[in-house]
């Protein structure tokens, strides 16, 4: 059975630094891609950023890059964000989710965490 | 960066009802979209990949069609369990965008 399970979130004051976790069980985690999906209070679903099996490649919404760091580790199933210089609009609830191919290019989000909720307030 | 938009962004209907949801993407995204549900509190759920593949598990009430930049997610025979958010979101470049969303809400 896939399971992802998040960690790392909290209270975190504007200016400060966190790192999320995601622990990865029941596939083989290093063949896949996966992401991080966050969705503020009341909002809707933003797609973060990415990282393909190899880890090579991350990729990273505007609103995020140059602050936020997607990292994995297949040697322990777990991918990272790391998250530096976090703004009040970083608030939400972050889920990782796994990614499979249909066909080249044709990805999709087939297990996700339960998320982890990250506030960022003074 | 892609936009996605849907319509409506949120309908009122009856159990039994026949139930669609437009998705339109900013420029031709081919047929990488993808549908997703979410109840509150609870992650999304995969529903359609790659515009018409129904996930495994998902009940065939729950069909994709479109291609280019218009795509539409129906649900015929509406479940009382259907009463949800739903979501697409395209792969077709990064980032990798969700429309905004359109809540099923009970008539």
């Known amino acids: 059975e896939v399971q992802l399970l998040e960690s790392g979130g909290g209270l975190v004051q504007p200016g400060g630094s966190l790192r999320l976790s995601c622990a990865a069980s029941?596939?083989?985690?290093?063949?896949?891609?996966m992401s991080w999906v966050r969705q503020a209070p009341g909002k809707g679903l933003e797609w973060v950023s990415g990282?393909?099996?190899?880890?090579?490649?991350?990729y990273y919404a505007d609103s995020v890059k140059g602050r936020f760091t997607i990292s994995r580790d297949d040697s322990k199933g777990t991918m990272y964000l790391q998250m530096n210089s976090l703004r009040a609009e970083d608030t939400a609830v972050y889920y990782c989710?796994?990614?499979?191919?249909?066909?080249?290019?044709?990805?999709?989000?087939?297990?996700w965490g339960q998320g982890t909720l990250l506030t960022v307030s003074s | 960066d892609i936009q996605m938009t849907q319509s409506p962004s949120s309908l009122s209907a009856s159990v039994g009802d026949r139930v669609t949801i437009t998705c339109r993407a900013s420029?031709?995204?081919?047929?990488?979209l993808n549908w997703y549900q979410q109840k509150p509190g609870k992650a999304p759920k995969l529903l359609i990949f790659?515009?018409?593949n129904l996930q495994s598990g998902v009940p065939s009430r729950f069909s994709g069609s479109g291609s280019g930049t218009d795509f539409t997610l129906t649900i015929s025979n509406l479940q009382p369990e259907d009463f949800a958010t739903y979501y697409c979101q395209q792969t077709h470049s990064s980032p990798r965008t969700f429309g905004q969303g359109t809540k099923v809400e009970i008539k």
């Open positions: 990282i393909d099996g190899s880890g090579d490649s991350p």
């Open positions: 989710a796994k990614e499979s191919r249909y066909s080249y290019g044709q990805n999709y989000f087939d297990y």
């Open positions: 790659a515009t018409s």
């Open positions: 420029q031709s995204i081919r047929g990488f």
């Open positions: 029941g596939f083989i985690f290093s063949s896949y891609a």
